[in-house]
């Protein structure tokens, strides 16, 4: 970063660029937003696009970007820095050459002479760029992810993008389901948060949903599917998280669940719940896992507003040197709060937040009362 030049704005800023983790929609918009406000603001952007996440910043993998490059962006799903899943855990344990991957890090950001590293990123990738943070690097990040369980935000971009797609494949499935008289189940993603599952399955009108955070009793959603058929209805459909649980599983300790989810017999836990539901009931259950499609595609207007703003508040973090932050949407306004709030810690569903209990007023089952 260096002084004003006769334009009145700053000259000059070197920004270092990386998406990280799980893809989502929307990755595309918010590197667009933050480059643009850069470009408005200084005399001259350097942009280094860092390839496939960490991975690009600890081998020297980039490219300097053009202000073309940030063009025709908007609607394009996907990230074209590419992206690399480099747990934090694995932070600290040298790669396979013996090399110390945070002292490489931060030897190509002092090698490039970088102002700043905008880290767009979920859960994980937010833990790095805190400790990247710890090590002396200049860091903004911006929330990224499907899973909305970025702590200290409001909602993360991606995730709306993820609801349309998931609540499209629960409309699907309703004209199927409603033509055989069957029991459904759509598995959704959201690792171990339940919101997607949550705004999806409303969304879809599922009349069943199971979160982690609302552990299931098997028997209660057997008696749920009963009710309904009771009140001649044809057919029901259960939105179920991927990391859904029973109450059972949930008593456990965190290894023993581990050990439990190992052994499972079934590919994931909606094949689980349709097989015990066939063996009570003896009825037909059919199993929907939508999976990376919910990441796939182009955002939706509602994340290519969001991620806009994020950018561009982002870049503003950069132009006034107020590093170490995540820019954040609280009560639908972009602000920002230091990245050592948020890393590390997960935004669940309240099981008594009042979406939850609207739900449950309008007849749906979470499968525990
Ligand atoms: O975090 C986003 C997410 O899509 C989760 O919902 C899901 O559990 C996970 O990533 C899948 O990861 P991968 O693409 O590595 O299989």
Redesign the pocket.
Known sequence: MTGKAKTGKPSRIRVGMLTS??D?QALNATMRGVAKTLYNAYESVDIIGFRDGYRGLMYEDYRRMLKSDFSGLLTRGGTMLGTS?QPFKQMRVPDAEGNNKVELMKATYHKLGLDCLCVLG?NGSQKTANLLREEGLNIVSLPK???NDLYGTDETFGFQSAVEVAATAIDCIHTTAASHGRVFIVEV???KVGW?TLYAGIAGGADIILIPEIPYDINIVVSALKKRERAGKRFSIIAVA?GAVSKETAALGKRAQKEKAAKRKYPSVAYEIGAEISKITGQEVRVTVPG?T??GGAPTPYDRVLSTRLGVRAARLIEEGRFGRMVVLKNNEVTSIPLEDSAGKLKTVDPNASIVEEARLLGLSFGDR
Do not use: A, K, S, V
């Open positions: 983790g799980g989502c899943r979920g992810t499907i899973d993603m959201g690792h997607l991927e990376h919910q990441r």
